[in-house]
């Protein structure tokens, strides 16, 4: 197979053009009816401290009650913080205009809420390596019908609005996080912060992912975009990390109006949801739902899958040079393995011979028995014949005697003639 593929990757490729229709412009028309039917699935998992409005945005981005919020915070009183964080999924069904959409949250609330939280991060980390670990072991299988793909497609990492910088906590997070998942960062309950505050914000949060070597997603400009998209695509990039409002609360703006809008409300105004100059809420939906989703899926399965996969693979063939006390012990590992097996084989196959030779030896004895009964009664029907002889010489030898009489001698050969 290797070699057919490195003998047609060097056919070279030739233009050519069509004399006349064909048909296959259709293409795009037979995914989208395939799509449509078969429906779309996406998983988002949202990540922040406790009350940070995470459940809040879920709902404002699909305008459904999907995840449940919480109005009063949990107090910090647990203190292990490897165990106690909860991870939640949600799934739902969502359609709009015909178009179907699975759609599940993975909510880990209780994420930060620990005195001490330098270990919060981890449960999050297996629960996003256990997926990729199911879908790998899936594939592995010779039946691979009806497969179960739990990957996250999108992390929404929720970035408390302290107007500060990221914490240590957020630091270590982002960056392990951003190299197994598309990390989205956003800026919690913007409205907490000035514009002016809310730049700035930004600007170091940036200054800090670069200094920390964080990965966080990027919607990508590809060849064949349109001018139109480029800028599209620009202007998102450039609300990255984007400061969100959630709230699924109406108000009629402006008052006497009947217009109803979702925001937030102070004594001063209303802070909306749906408007770029109060947030990045729309900018962030749509790169999420709207324009990247499938990119979103295409990253994850692409990139970030097929590196956990071939690390993998790396770790499965093991090399000594990377780490040669981990390779011996998988060694030595192996050779108690194979030991074990092999003695098993070992037993297997004596008991195997016994049982044959316990075979063999009930036939052989059969056998045997059986000549025996020939014989014994062959050795009757000798016995049967001698007696019968007896009795007929004896007979004849009589009656000649007394009739004719001839000697014995000549009679006895005339009646074993007459007897065979
Ligand atoms: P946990 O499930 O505890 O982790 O909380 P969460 O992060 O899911 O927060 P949730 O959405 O339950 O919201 C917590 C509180 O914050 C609620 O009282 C919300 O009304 C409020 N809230 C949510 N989003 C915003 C926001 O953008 N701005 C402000 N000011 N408050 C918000």
Same mark, same amino acid.
């Given at each position: 197979?290797?070699?057919?593929?490195?003998?047609?990757?060097?056919?070279?490729?030739?233009?050519?053009?069509?004399?006349?229709?064909?048909?296959?412009?259709?293409?795009?028309?037979?995914?989208?009816?395939?799509?449509?039917?078969?429906?779309?699935?996406?998983?988002?998992?949202?990540?922040?401290?406790?009350?940070?409005?995470?459940?809040?945005?879920?709902?404002?981005?699909?305008?459904?009650?999907?995840?449940?919020?919480?109005?009063?915070?949990?107090?910090?009183?647990?203190?292990?913080?490897?165990?106690?964080?909860?991870?939640?999924?949600?799934?739902?069904?969502?359609?709009?205009?015909?178009?179907?959409?699975?759609?599940?949250?993975?909510?880990?609330?209780?994420?930060?809420?620990?005195?001490?939280?330098?270990?919060?991060?981890?449960?999050?980390?297996?629960?996003?390596?256990?997926?990729?670990?199911?879908?790998?072991?899936?594939?592995?299988?010779?039946?691979?019908?009806?497969?179960?793909?739990?990957?996250?497609?999108?992390?929404?990492?929720?970035?408390?609005?302290?107007?500060?910088?990221?914490?240590?906590?957020?630091?270590?997070?982002?960056?392990?996080?951003?190299?197994?998942?598309?990390?989205?960062?956003?800026?919690?309950?913007?409205?907490?912060?000035?514009?002016?505050?809310?730049?700035?914000?930004?600007?170091?949060?940036?200054?800090?992912?670069?200094?920390?070597?964080?990965?966080?997603?990027?919607?990508?400009?590809?060849?064949?975009?349109?001018?139109?998209?480029?800028?599209?695509?620009?202007?998102?990039?450039?609300?990255?990390?984007?400061?969100?409002?959630?709230?699924?609360?109406?108000?009629?703006?402006?008052?006497?109006?009947?217009?109803?809008?979702?925001?937030?409300?102070?004594?001063?105004?209303?802070?909306?949801?749906?408007?770029?100059?109060?947030?990045?809420?729309?900018?962030?939906?749509?790169?999420?739902?709207?324009?990247?989703?499938?990119?979103?899926?295409?990253?994850?399965?692409?990139?970030?899958?097929?590196?956990?996969?071939?690390?993998?693979?790396?770790?499965?063939?093991?090399?000594?040079?990377?780490?040669?006390?981990?390779?011996?012990?998988?060694?030595?590992?192996? #050779?108690?393995? =194979?030991?074990?097996?092999?003695? %098993? /084989? &070992?037993?297997?196959?004596? !008991?195997?011979? *016994?049982?044959? $030779?316990?075979?063999?030896?009930?036939? #052989?004895?059969? =056998?045997?028995?059986?000549?025996? %009964? /020939? &014989?014994?009664?062959?050795? !009757?029907?000798? *016995?049967?014949? $001698?007696?019968?002889?007896?009795?007929?010489?004896?007979?004849?030898?009589?009656?000649?005697?007394?009739?004719?009489?001839?000697?014995?001698?000549?009679?006895?050969?005339?009646?074993?003639?007459?007897?065979?």
């Amino acid at each position: 197979n290797h070699t057919i593929a490195l003998i047609q990757s060097n056919v070279p490729v030739q233009k050519k053009k069509l004399n006349g229709t064909v048909g296959f412009h259709f293409l795009p028309n037979q995914v989208h009816r395939k799509s449509i039917k078969k429906g779309f699935q996406f998983s988002i998992m949202i990540v922040g401290e406790s009350g940070l409005g995470k459940s809040t945005l879920i709902n404002t981005l699909f305008n459904a009650p999907i995840a449940p919020t919480r109005e009063s915070p949990k107090e910090a009183t647990n203190t292990d913080s490897s165990k106690a964080v909860e991870i939640n999924s949600f799934t739902s069904d969502i359609e709009e205009n015909g178009v179907k959409l699975k759609l599940t949250v993975i909510d880990t609330p209780g994420f930060g809420d620990f005195i001490n939280n330098a270990e919060a991060h981890k449960p999050i980390l297996r629960s996003i390596e256990e997926r990729y670990e199911h879908y790998l072991e899936q594939e592995s299988r010779v039946a691979r019908k009806n497969m179960v793909d739990s990957r996250i497609h999108a992390c929404i990492y929720f970035i408390a609005p302290t107007g500060h910088s990221l914490k240590q906590l957020d630091v270590v997070f982002m960056k392990e996080l951003g190299a197994k998942v598309n990390l989205i960062p956003v800026i919690a309950k913007s409205d907490l912060l000035t514009d002016a505050e809310t730049k700035a914000f930004k600007e170091r949060i940036l200054e800090d992912i670069k200094a920390n070597h964080i990965q966080i997603y990027y919607p990508a400009v590809h060849d064949n975009d349109d001018p139109e998209t480029v800028q599209e695509i620009k202007e998102i990039a450039s609300r990255i990390p984007f400061a969100v409002i959630g709230s699924n609360q109406t108000y009629e703006h402006p008052p006497g109006s009947g217009k109803h809008i979702r925001g937030r409300k102070y004594p001063w105004g209303l802070i909306q949801v749906d408007n770029e100059a109060h947030c990045d809420f729309i900018k962030l939906r749509q790169m999420l739902i709207r324009s990247h989703m499938e990119e979103l899926k295409e990253q994850t399965l692409e990139v970030l899958y097929e590196n956990h996969r071939s690390q993998k693979l790396v770790e499965g063939f093991g090399s000594p040079t990377k780490n040669p006390a981990k390779f011996e012990e998988e060694k030595r590992a192996h #050779e108690t393995k =194979m030991a074990k097996m092999e003695s %098993e /084989m &070992k037993l297997m196959f004596q !008991q195997k011979i *016994l049982a044959e $030779e316990k075979k063999l030896k009930q036939a #052989e004895e059969g =056998m045997y028995a059986r000549h025996r %009964e /020939m &014989k014994n009664q062959l050795e !009757q029907q000798r *016995l049967d014949l $001698e007696e019968r002889k007896k009795r007929l010489l004896g007979g004849n030898s009589a009656s000649s005697f007394n009739n004719r009489g001839g000697t014995p001698t000549q009679k006895k050969v005339v009646g074993v003639a007459a007897a065979g």
